[in-house]
């Protein structure tokens, strides 16, 4: 008995994926690929295939026949280019990409090179997509403008509150619709921190489970000093409510959060401190620990504090976190 094709199941089209960074998103995403591809396959109608893998360690790969995803997941690569931001161009097109998933570390100064990345792939007619707040906050307009131009999409959704429906719901659901106001807890590093803490553990227990459930920024301080919060106030403003704000237009207050940190650890950091200047340093800080009226004041006291008593080394939660505090 001959089988007959399920009339109603999905062709098969195929989609060639080009991915920019394999740290803890870019991993987990490839990942995720491995686990979930054939239920892509079966349900939607799409063969998701790798074919370009491009990091500053592992340089730019291109295989047009698609990447063995078991073996990227081990960082197992075929030889490729060197890293070169200025060719990722050609590399998409070596590897014949439908789609670019750029995924690289955010610059919140700039926004690049992830969004150069994106204008390389939009220009060619190749979808972009990004869990990179970069470029949604630099470049928003011109990235869509240049999708628009050229039939393809531009997507952002992971850029903020991860795997919620942000953008989409609006998009999607609400097409009609604009919020006026947005609260809630943008950051999930701080949340974390706060968590640890009520626990009775320490502000850098907190910051240490957040950088071991792969949630914190490399650089912790992004977290810690409200910038992480800030760009995804402007992100959701600018897409959502159709403002044109910068990051210079948000306003940030981080004295709660050091002084736990302060109070936490004075007495380590007051032994550490060898100089006059660093003890009145200490003695000024002390009244604004508990007057969150003079955030600034707390935010600057606090920061030359901790450079002195670390001798102008990285200062203590840089030592345990990886990365500097300012």
């Known amino acids: 008995m001959t089988m007959q094709p399920d009339p109603t199941a999905p ?10 960074g394999l740290g803890n998103v870019g ?66 097109e070596a590897s014949a990409a439908d789609v670019l998933v750029e995924l690289s570390a955010v610059d919140l100064a700039s926004g690049e090179p992830a ?16 869990a990179n ?20 999409r531009f997507r952002f959704e992971s850029a903020t509150a991860d795997c919620l429906p942000v953008y989409s719901l609006y998009r999607e659901s609400l097409p009609l619709e604009r919020p006026h106001r947005v609260r809630g807890l943008l950051n999930g590093t701080t949340s974390v921190i706060l968590e640890a803490i009520e626990a009775g553990g320490s ?34 403003a600018n897409v959502l409510m159709d403002a044109d704000l910068r990051l210079a237009d948000i306003a940030r207050r981080t004295a709660a959060l050091y002084s ?15 100089s006059p200047a660093v003890i009145a340093s200490i003695n000024k800080a002390r009244p604004f620990v508990a007057n969150r ?23 203590a939660l840089a030592a345990e976190s990886g990365g500097p505090l300012g």
Request: with cysteine.
């Open 203 to 236: 502000f850098s227990d907190g910051v240490r489970i957040a950088q071991q459930r792969g949630i914190a920024e490399v650089d912790p301080s992004l977290d810690v000093d409200g910038h992480d919060s800030a760009v995804k106030v402007v992100a959701i």
């Open 115 to 130: 969004s150069s990345f994106l204008r390389a792939a939009l220009s060619r007619g190749v979808h972009g997509v990004t």
């Open 293 to 315: 009226e003079q955030a600034p004041d707390l935010d600057r006291i606090f920061r030359a504090f901790v450079d002195k008593a670390t001798g102008g080394k990285k200062n």
């Open 27 to 92: 991993s987990a995403f490839v990942e995720l690929l491995r686990e979930r591809g054939d239920q892509v396959r079966d349900e939607l109608g799409l063969d998701l295939r790798l074919t370009g893998v491009m990091t500053r360690r592992l340089g730019m790969v291109a295989a047009v026949a698609g990447l063995d995803l078991e073996s990227v997941v081990r960082g197992e690569l075929p030889a490729g280019s060197a890293y070169d931001v200025g060719a990722v161009g050609a590399w998409l």
């Open 260 to 274: 736990l940190y302060l109070r936490e650890r004075r007495a380590e950091l007051e032994a550490l401190a060898a």
């Open 11 to 20: 062709e098969i089209r195929v989609c060639n994926l080009a991915v920019v």
């Open 133 to 152: 707040k970069g470029p949604v906050v630099h470049a928003y307009r011109e990235l869509t403008a240049l999708a628009d131009a050229h039939g393809v």
